[in-house]
Nanobody, 124 residues
């Protein structure tokens, strides 16, 4: 079974930076795309970024220029580096896996495996 564990969230000031990590249960990155999603209370889930098993990436327009997604296939870990954080970035961030060579950031329905999430809070 594919299992995902997020880490790296926390409380930061506006303009601060965080690096989120998503560690997978096995050597799945050759076959699975990994997406980062976020959801704030009372709001719809939205895609942040994703990386396909082939290495291609996609970013939501709201975070382009402020986030970078990357992967370490040896460590079975995907990273989301975020800079210049804003209060509107406050949400629970989830990583998810989909069996896909490429990915689209808003194609959340194809992701079948989800982590428990990590809270990111950005204060003004």
């Amino acid at each position: 079974q594919v299992q995902l564990v997020e880490s790296g969230g926390g409380l930061v000031q506006s303009g601060g930076s965080l690096r989120l990590s998503c560690t997978t249960s096995g050597s799945i990155l050759d076959y699975y795309a990994i997406g980062w999603f976020r959801q704030a209370p009372g709001k719809e889930r939205e895609g942040v970024s994703c990386i396909g098993s082939g290495g291609s990436t996609d970013y939501d327009d709201s975070v382009k220029g402020r986030v970078t997604i990357s992967r370490d296939n040896v460590k079975n870990t995907i990273y989301l580096e975020m800079t210049n954080l804003k209060p509107e970035d406050t949400a629970v961030y989830y990583c998810a896996a989909a069996l896909s060579f490429r990915c689209t950031v808003n194609a959340g329905a194809q992701y079948k495996y989800w982590g428990q999430g990590t809270q990111v809070t950005v204060s003004s």
